[in-house]
């Protein structure tokens, strides 16, 4: 058997099986010896019966005397007594008819269970049970307990794993030798055999040690060879003007803040170089961005050099053009945009231009370096909202310029540094930690979902007043299962009662590109009141006038989401609210009481960080880029460390392909990306 075997070589499992693995992400034999277990159950110390307590117990025992019935329609019961030489006890099984069979022999059992009082009497209730001559899977040990699905329990995937211990013996390392022996870390194969089947907390420890520094050393040696690539570009030289810089911040509106002006003078310093620029600029919702790098656009302009803007959405990118045009054609620098909507026509000349380079920035999608549009010198890229550039997306640029442009990814999505340094590791980094003056704080409440009402009648209030809002819901469609509300249920139960009297739009992830831009174009332009939505509206259009957010099922999404959400509002003169509405009424959770005591996203991003697992950490919002089991990422101590450590090998390393599972891997992860 090898790694890349189908799951469905082992033993016992067929077809059935076979699709209850997949929904766990379980199709081979590798992806089987990676599902780590969610949890352990120590029941590795054996009692003897005079001695036990009431709770988890494990006992060495024969069994003398065993009965089976059904006590009524679907229930079966199985009692045994079961000896040791210190006492007796009884033993209830329930809806297992063939335990009486595994028990009929003379063999000494290994049982483990839950010992309490039931029915007037004590019993050892449901106990696991094993031969003690047999290699323990159940009892007897401490118990790996794996994420699940119905119809598939951890005693069938331990007995999956337990086929697979003669190949993860002989496992060849991922790791160079010389990085295990000097960290002192345990073989991958010792390290596997712990994860799933661990001789104590110890040795536990030791393997996830391993695991994280496996899966970090990965991540951190991709980023790093990526900033290395890069690097070895070519790229634009675009010197700083000190009188052009002048009359940039002279022709603004208002007064850039000290953090504006110093990640400006960061990135202007960058660009100075034949160095391309690869930097990300982190800023809080409403930190002034957009400015930054219209600045940095204004002075490849001035030498002749074309800008490109990219925006995930098309309505996101005219509203990039329209900011960009009030602060740059002022300055005599036009503005091009270029998206599906604009007509074939306006389109063909447009296209023309940008070849000429008869246009300074041109603003669209990230089909901008996809599709075959030629610039004449393209000097600067700016990307918003999709952070990772990869290999592959550098080979676009390149084909359209005779250098590599610089690159600048901004986020309205604060990052934690142990996570820049990860995923976002062959960036530079940039936070505007600092918002313009003036802004007014939006007021956050918890609302139980059983007062509502008022609310909704403030909502109406505020629409009286010519204002618009959102209203946020976990879910596309009715869940049977899940309990939480969705947009499709909210938006017909409001349309029909609570807000007939009102315009509502509905948006979700399943509509199509074009259908998402035209509603969310027509609530932009105040045809609609009210905004029934789900999270994808959590990064986008600037609606001035939305001065309600409330956010159904609130303990449905991430700290950080909610943040985001929340920015939606306060974008204008009005005083703006957010509402979370729990999807029960039970004591809100510490995430939506951070949310409520504080509005600085730099500070809710370490909290989210920190409040979740590294399996649940960040999900699809990051695109598959995140892949960590095991590795704690809120630990930015070992992350700087395993940073350090692959820097290091990548500098002394000749060949990574002679260590040909790692080599896979990290190129792997050096493609990971967003735009593919």
Same mark, same amino acid.
């Given at each position: ?77 199985? %009692?045994?007594?079961?000896?040791? /030489? ?12 063939y335990r009486p069979e595994s028990l009929k022999s003379d063999a000494v059992f290994y049982m483990s269970g839950t010992f309490d009082f039931q029915r007037d009497r004590f019993i050892l209730q449901n106990p696991s049970v094993e031969k003690v001559a047999e290699f323990a899977k159940n009892t007897a040990r401490i118990v790996p307990i794996y994420p699940q699905v119905r119809g598939l329990k951890s005693y069938q995937l331990r007995q999956m794993i337990s086929q697979l211990l003669p190949l993860i013996a002989i496992l060849p390392d991922t790791l160079p030798p010389e990085v295990v022996k000097r960290e002192n870390l345990l073989p991958l194969s010792a390290a596997l ?5 661990? /001789? ?14 496996? %899966? ?24 700083? /003007? ?42 809080? =919702? ?27 959405? %098309? ?14 054609? $002022? ?82 999505? $604060? ?72 947009? /499709? ?28 831009? !035209? ?12 905004? =029934? ?60 009481? !951070? ?82």
């Open positions: 058997m090898v790694l890349s075997d189908s799951i469905t070589k082992l033993k016992g499992v067929g077809p059935a099986l076979s699709e209850k693995l997949a929904l766990l992400g379980v199709t081979t034999v590798r992806d089987l010896i990676y599902f780590f277990p969610r949890r352990y159950d120590d029941f590795s110390h054996v009692t003897k019966l005079k001695d036990v307590q009431p709770g988890p117990v494990t006992v060495k025992v024969k069994v003398e005397k065993v009965t089976a019935r059904h006590v009524r329609r679907g229930l079966h019961i199985t %009692e045994a007594i079961i000896a040791d /030489e210190t006492s007796k006890l009884r033993a209830v099984w329930f809806n297992q008819p055999l712990q994860m799933h089947f661990p /001789e104590s907390h110890q040795a536990l420890q030791e393997a996830k040690k391993r695991i994280a520094f496996e %899966e970090l050393f990965e991540l951190l040696l991709a980023a790093h060879l990526n900033k290395v690539e890069h690097r070895a570009h070519l790229g634009w030289e675009i010197p700083y /003007e000190q009188a052009a810089a002048e009359a940039f911040t002279a022709a603004l509106s208002f007064t850039l803040t000290n953090a504006q002006r110093r990640v400006a003078w960061e990135i202007l310093q960058d660009i100075q170089h034949d160095q391309p620029m690869n930097r990300l600029l982190q800023g809080d =919702v409403g930190s002034g961005k957009t400015v930054v790098a219209a600045f940095a656009a204004f002075m490849a302009g001035r030498q002749g050099m074309q800008s490109a803007f990219m925006a995930p959405t %098309e309505v996101l990118a005219a509203q990039h053009a329209e900011s960009l045009s009030q602060l740059l054609r $002022p300055l005599g620098m036009s503005v091009g945009l270029l998206v599906g909507s604009v007509k074939p026509g306006a389109k063909k000349v447009l296209t023309q231009q940008i070849k000429e380079g008869n246009v300074d920035i041109v603003v669209g999608t990230h089909a901008l370096i996809q599709q075959k549009i030629e610039f004449a010198k393209l000097g600067l890229v700016v990307i918003d909202e999709q952070h990772r550039f990869g290999v592959n997306q550098r080979k676009a640029l390149l084909a359209k310029s005779d250098r590599l442009p610089h690159l600048l990814a901004m986020t309205a999505t $604060p990052i934690p540094r142990s996570l820049t340094l990860t995923v976002y590791g062959e960036l530079d980094v940039s936070v505007i930690d600092e918002r313009p003056p003036g802004r007014t704080p939006i007021i956050t409440e918890i609302h139980s979902p059983h007062s509502v009402k008022p609310l909704y009648e403030h909502i109406d209030q505020q629409i009286n007043q010519g204002r618009q809002v959102y209203i946020i819901c976990p879910l596309v469609s009715e869940s049977d299962t899940l309990g939480f509300k969705s947009v /499709e249920q909210e938006y017909d139960r409001l349309q029909k009662s609570v807000f007939k009297h009102r315009r509502i739009g509905l948006l979700h992830g399943q509509l199509s590109s074009v259908e998402k831009d !035209e509603v969310m174009t027509r609530f932009k332009n105040g045809e609609f009141d009210i905004l =029934v939505a789900t999270t994808v509206v959590e990064v986008g259009v600037d609606v001035p006038n939305a001065t309600i957010m409330l956010i159904e099922g609130a303990d449905r999404f991430g700290l950080a989401q909610l943040h985001q959400l929340r920015g939606r509002v306060g974008r204008g003169k009005h005083q703006s609210y957010c509402y979370l509405v729990p999807s029960t009424a039970q004591k809100p959770s510490q995430r939506l009481q !951070e949310v409520a005591r504080s509005d600085d996203g730099f500070y809710l991003a370490q909290v989210d960080l920190e409040l979740r697992g590294p399996g649940e950490l960040y999900g699809t919002r990051q695109h598959g880029s995140l892949d960590l089991r095991v590795a704690n990422i809120a630990d930015t101590k070992l992350v700087s460390h395993v940073q350090k450590v692959a820097e290091a090998f990548a500098t002394t390393a000749t060949d990574l392909l002679q260590y040909p599972e790692l080599h896979k891997r990290v190129e792997r992860l050096r493609r990971v990306t967003t735009f593919n």
